[in-house]
Every structure is written in structure tokens, then in C-alpha cells.
């Protein structure tokens, strides 16, 4: 079994930056890949960016491609979201998740639906303000 859990989130005005962590404990080495997904009010969960924990290899969102960036400290078993130029379109809570190598992916399956992931942490909000 993996835990994670998520801490960066908060309050920030338009155009400044965040970074959020997602510190993974359990059984780690199983883990084939870790990803950020959010979730706006009233809106469905979108993918945000996932990196392969084999090779990491990199995936964004279109809309976050230039602003966030995933990293991965695999002595810490962390995961990080570096997140610059936020908008307040990037109010939202944001959960990373985990996907065991035990289910070999394609890279649709990193960037799509969040039922692709097995392990999920409890969200970190983050607001963003005009």
C-alpha cells in the first residue's frame, strides 16, 4: 500500500508562484508513475501533469505547459508542482495520485481520466487571487 500526502497549497495573488509537494511512504518502489490532477468548484477533476518514476519523463496539460513544472526527488519519494504566472483560472484543489508498475500505462492513460491512478492524497487547496 502507498500514502500520500500533499502540503504547498494556499493563498497566492495573480502572477505569483507556488510549490506543492506530495511526500509518498509505503511500499514507493512499486510505483510507476505520480501525477497532479485538480479540481476547480463545481467542476470535474482535470489532469495536470504526471511524470514517469522509471525514466522521469515528463506530461502537462496543454494549459500548463510553460507555467507548471513536475519534478520527482526519488531519495525523498516526493513529488513536486511548481507552479508559476498563476491565474485565478488555477483556484482549485490539488490532489496528487500514484499508478503501480504492476499496471503497465501508455501515456493517454498518464494524461487521462483519474481512475488511471490507484493512490491518491487528500488534496491541498490553492487559491488564487485578481
Known amino acids: 500500500q502507498v500514502e500520500l500526502v500533499e502540503s504547498g497549497g494556499g493563498l497566492v495573488q495573480a502572477g505569483g508562484s507556488l510549490r506543492l509537494s506530495c511526500a509518498a511512504s509505503?511500499?514507493?518502489?512499486?510505483?510507476?508513475?505520480m501525477g497532479w490532477f485538480r479540481q476547480a468548484p463545481g467542476k470535474e477533476q482535470d489532469f495536470v501533469a504526471a511524470?514517469?518514476?522509471?525514466?522521469?519523463?515528463?506530461y502537462y496539460a496543454d494549459s500548463m505547459k510553460g507555467r507548471f513544472t513536475i519534478s520527482r526527488d526519488s531519495a525523498k519519494s516526493t513529488v513536486y508542482l511548481q507552479m508559476n504566472s498563476l491565474e485565478p483560472e488555477d483556484t482549485a484543489d490539488y490532489y496528487c495520485?500514484?499508478?503501480?508498475?504492476?499496471?503497465?500505462?501508455?501515456?493517454?492513460?498518464?494524461?487521462?481520466?483519474?481512475?488511471?491512478?490507484?493512490?491518491w492524497g487528500q488534496g491541498t487547496q490553492v487559491t488564487v487571487s485578481s
Open positions: 495520485a500514484a499508478r503501480p508498475l504492476w499496471r503497465p500505462f501508455t501515456t493517454a492513460q498518464l494524461m487521462g481520466r483519474s481512475a488511471e491512478y490507484d493512490y
Open positions: 509505503g511500499r514507493t518502489i512499486t510505483l510507476g508513475a
Open positions: 511524470i514517469r518514476c522509471d525514466s522521469d519523463i515528463t
